[in-house]
Nanobody, 116 residues
């Protein structure tokens, strides 16, 4: 049973920063590709960032240069550092894990609100 628990969301002013964390309860965390998605009200869920088991990262164009994804295999945790936040970054952020058979697992989500 794969469990993903996100934390770190909240309310932040435009230009501010937040760091999201996702703690995973999986057998071999290092074998999973980890990702962050987000879903704003009335919009489809979109991919924000991914990090593979070889530490290759990929970002949505809208967050490049502002967000950074990192993983700590020893702690079975993935992080999303979000800087220079904008109101359009407001969304529920979801942690995602994909195993070697492409099965995908989701966390419960954490709300990020960027507003003055």
């Amino acid at each position: 049973q794969v469990q993903l628990v996100e934390s770190g969301g909240g309310l932040v002013q435009p230009g501010g920063s937040l760091r999201l964390s996702c703690a995973a309860s999986v057998d071999i965390f290092s074998s999973y590709t980890m990702a962050w998605y987000r879903q704003a009200p009335g919009k489809q869920r979109e991919l924000v960032a991914t990090i593979t088991r070889t530490y290759t990262t990929n970002y949505a164009d809208s967050v490049k240069g502002r967000f950074a994804i990192r993983r700590d295999n020893a702690k079975s945790t993935v992080f999303l550092q979000m800087n220079s936040l904008r109101p359009e970054d407001t969304a529920v952020y979801y942690c995602n894990a994909k195993d070697t058979l492409s099965h995908m697992y989701w966390g419960q989500g954490t709300q990020v609100t960027v507003s003055s």
